[in-house]
């Protein structure tokens, strides 16, 4: 078992950042990819980007060029890097782990999740 906690969310104005921090239990050797997803009430949830063990990453559209994903192996923690943030980026932020190689895109494929870290933007 993983055990996954996120923290780091809050409310901002548009435009502000936030960085999002994931620790996990334990390190898991089958471990295939990490990610972050997000779901907003009544909304299906989303993939924002994602992190393979050998350091590609995957970021949706609506993440490309403001979030940055990365990792702390010594620490054991996954971060999302928020910037330039939208009202629209409002949502629970939750954060995965894949032993199986995926396909990614779809969140009943995921391992382990955590709990979610909540994102408020304003206008």
């Known amino acids: 078992q993983v055990e996954l906690e996120e923290s780091g969310g809050g409310s901002v104005q548009s435009g502000g950042s936030l960085r999002l921090s994931c620790t996990a239990s334990r390190n898991n050797d089958r471990t295939s990819c990490m990610g972050w997803y997000r779901q907003a009430p009544g909304k299906e949830r989303e993939r924002v980007a994602t992190?393979?063990?050998?350091?590609?990453?995957y970021y949706a559209d609506s993440a490309k060029g403001r979030f940055t994903i990365s990792k702390d192996s010594a620490k054991n923690t996954l971060y999302l890097e928020m910037n330039s943030l939208k009202p629209e980026d409002t949502a629970m932020y939750y954060c995965a782990v894949d032993q199986y190689g995926g396909p990614w895109y779809d969140p009943t494929f995921w391992s382990y999740w955590g709990q979610g870290t909540q994102v408020t933007v304003s206008s």
């Open positions: 992190l393979t063990g050998d350091g590609r990453e």
